[in-house]
């Protein structure tokens, strides 16, 4: 009997090179698995599957990880306002994890002896792929043919020739990731340190030009609802993009360091991923306490770097989601946002756990809740040890 192997698949060169040379040339029985984090239309998911049978696959799976992603990771990147380097927010690195999460689950539904991705080996990807098969599914075998073969494309579409496998395999000019956190764009330009993307490359073109508003509303630090229309938090994000990206809202080039020790520069389009998290990081400006604020920042930044390199089922990721859950517990309300062409501002918020409240006093104008002699005394103990330290310091010079 043929061993299995499980094959995450895409459709693409890299993956179809992979069908041929695992089956006919190693000998497997293969098993194609698509793993959908909202990226695919229901047309490209048949056209894939259809394409994975004429290469002569055992059995083709498609997987809608979608609610998952969201519950289980996306979320936590909103509790956390996660951007890497303060611009990013991890749409890719996080959907190569959950995509390898499932198909390690398939191949041990299956009791596959192998699996395998159509990773080189120059990028993030392989490490995250072999980092969640290792801990998932230890002692089956990975067998990542591109990185190991060090092949070109011109040395794939040769040998897929060689198999009967004849398509049109012109590269494109750029290499577009969709999914429901943001589309990543790369090509030439970000290939080098001092280009911008042109107009033609962005996935979504600018069709919007007349100014938007719109109402934002969050339910324990979740977005459940756009223009007073309730929705579950996939829809909302969903909406949100459909709204935001064809005014050019959301795009960027992010610089940042590989896990393998490069540096890396990819462009993105996430209108919604941006004006999700900036809109809760103003509601919680206004909901959460001085020190809630800033330890959530610490270890939101922590989640998002173990995140970006791979590190998903590290225990310490549950520590921190319980710790970013506990905080949104009074996130909630609404959010203004205007929309405009190529940018977003957030106009205010409106929420019943609003700690600006007028009861406590006005900044800079009225107190209500202490007295000046309150004040005067606070702030003499408050200087007191620095005071200190500046008289015993003085006497030593």
Request: charged share 25%.
């Amino acid at each position: 009997m043929k061993k299995k192997l499980v094959l995450a698949y895409s459709g693409g060169l890299d993956t179809t090179y992979c069908v041929k040379y695992l089956s006919e040339d190693l000998g497997y029985e293969v098993h194609t698995v698509i793993v959908d984090t909202g990226g695919f239309s229901a047309e490209e998911l048949a056209d894939i599957e259809k394409k994975a049978y004429e290469l002569g696959v055992a059995k083709h799976n498609r997987v809608n990880q979608v609610p998952k992603y969201y519950n289980d990771c996306i979320r936590y990147m909103v509790y956390g306002n996660v951007l890497k380097n303060n611009t990013y927010p991890l749409s890719v690195s996080a959907e190569r994890m959950f995509q390898a999460l499932a198909i390690a689950e398939y191949a041990k539904s299956i009791n596959a002896d192998a699996v395998a991705h159509g990773s080189t080996g120059a990028g993030n990807d392989q490490v995250r792929f072999d980092v969640v098969f290792h801990i998932l599914i230890p002692g089956v075998e990975i067998i990542t043919p591109i990185r190991d073969n060090k092949l070109s494309r011109e040395a794939e579409i040769e040998y897929l020739k060689g198999k009967g496998v004849v398509r049109d395999w012109t590269k494109a000019a750029y290499s577009i990731n969709k999914g429901i956190w943001g589309t990543s764009v790369g090509g030439k330009e970000t290939l080098t340190p001092n280009q911008y993307l042109p107009e033609s490359a962005w996935p979504t073109q600018i069709t919007k030009t007349t100014p938007e508003d719109l109402t934002l509303e969050f339910e324990k630090g979740e977005l459940v609802g756009i223009n007073g229309v309730k929705m579950s938090s996939v829809d909302a994000i969903l909406k949100l993009r459909d709204i935001a990206q064809p005014f050019g809202i959301g795009r960027d080039i992010h610089v940042g360091d590989t896990i393998i020790g490069i540096k890396g520069r990819v462009g993105f389009e996430a209108a919604a991923s941006l004006i999700t998290i900036k809109a809760h990081h103003l509601l919680e400006k206004h909901t959460l306490t001085k020190w809630q604020m800033y330890w959530k920042e610490q270890m939101a930044n922590w989640y998002g770097t173990l995140l970006h390199e791979g590190q998903y089922l590290e225990p310490v990721m549950r520590d921190i989601e319980v710790f970013l859950e506990s905080t949104q517990k009074s996130v909630n309300g609404k959010v203004f946002v205007r929309l405009e062409q190529r940018n977003f501002y957030l106009t205010g918020i409106e929420s019943k756990n609003d700690l600006m409240s007028s009861k406590f006093g006005t900044y800079g104008e009225m107190n209500n809740t202490w007295s000046g002699e309150d004040v005067r005394g606070f702030s003499k103990i408050l200087a007191n040890q620095a005071m200190f330290h500046g008289l015993v310091n003085e006497t030593q010079k």
